[in-house]
């Protein structure tokens, strides 16, 4: 069983997902921090305690403030590039927040191992430099490398090209016991394509249903579903 919280923590809060694209669509106030991120989640999973250090950081910032309500439409003119809600400690406090939860992480990743029922799929979306090499790396340090994959999706080669959009993108979901992060994903096939006008409009358009049913049928198998777009401004990535 997973050890108490720290005594240091201000209040112990659970994060809980539920079944669906996320539980809030409230807006965050603007202000100066970090990276903003727009998540979903898919799953049936339950509550998770999370640990605390002298700021509390995870004990005071509202994570269902960044959730996308399910049919909603997001524009993210109206989401922050940068945000700091809720936490009111400097780089360094946050640092020694990362590191106790970076060990709580790799608690819950053990006994998700240990128990060999569940699985994760976390998908990482952004802009180029909007920092998903460097969230794989800060977040998930502690966690077994043999629990854990990364799956890098880049532009598709002769043999991928050959089968359907999905083919790739399936082979790399996690099995029981494991966490798989998606490093860009399956979007980048309704997205760069439509930028670049890679294909044509009835090739792309019917690969939101593809999707929409590719992650239920995970989340059907028992897949926790986990996506985030990171949110930076085009200054930020110039």
């Not at 409009?201 to 579903?225: C, K, S, Y």
Request: proline letters at 6%; hydrophobic letters at 35%; a positive charge.
């Amino acid at each position: 069983r997973p050890s108490a919280p720290s005594p240091r923590a201000r209040r112990t809060p659970s994060i809980s997902e539920s079944n669906g694209a996320g539980t809030s669509s409230a807006t965050p106030r603007r202000s100066r921090g970090t990276p903003a991120t727009v998540a979903r989640v898919h799953g049936d999973h339950r509550s998770v305690p999370v640990l605390g250090a002298e700021w509390a950081m995870a004990a005071v910032i509202d994570t269902e403030q960044y959730r996308v309500q399910p049919g909603t439409r997001v524009h993210l003119p109206d989401w922050p590039t940068k945000t700091s809600n809720g936490f009111d400690g400097g780089k360094s406090d946050a640092k020694a927040c990362l590191e106790e939860l970076n060990l709580r992480l790799s608690e819950l990743q053990q006994l998700l191992y240990a128990e060999g029922r569940h699985k994760m799929l976390v998908v990482l979306q952004g802009m180029d430099t909007s920092g998903k090499d460097g969230t794989i790396k800060h977040v998930f340090k502690t966690i077994n490398p043999l629990g854990v994959k990364v799956a890098n999706f880049k532009k598709p080669n002769e043999v991928e090209l050959a089968h359907d959009f999905l083919w790739r993108v399936h082979t790399h979901t996690p099995r029981n016991g494991r966490i798989v992060i998606f490093n860009r994903s399956h979007y980048e096939d309704v997205l760069i394509v439509r930028v670049h006008d890679m294909v044509p409009d009835e090739v792309w358009r019917p690969r939101f249903e593809h999707i929409r049913n590719f992650e239920q049928m995970l989340v059907d198998e028992g897949t926790v579903v986990i996506k985030f777009f990171l949110h930076i401004s085009r200054g930020e990535q110039k």
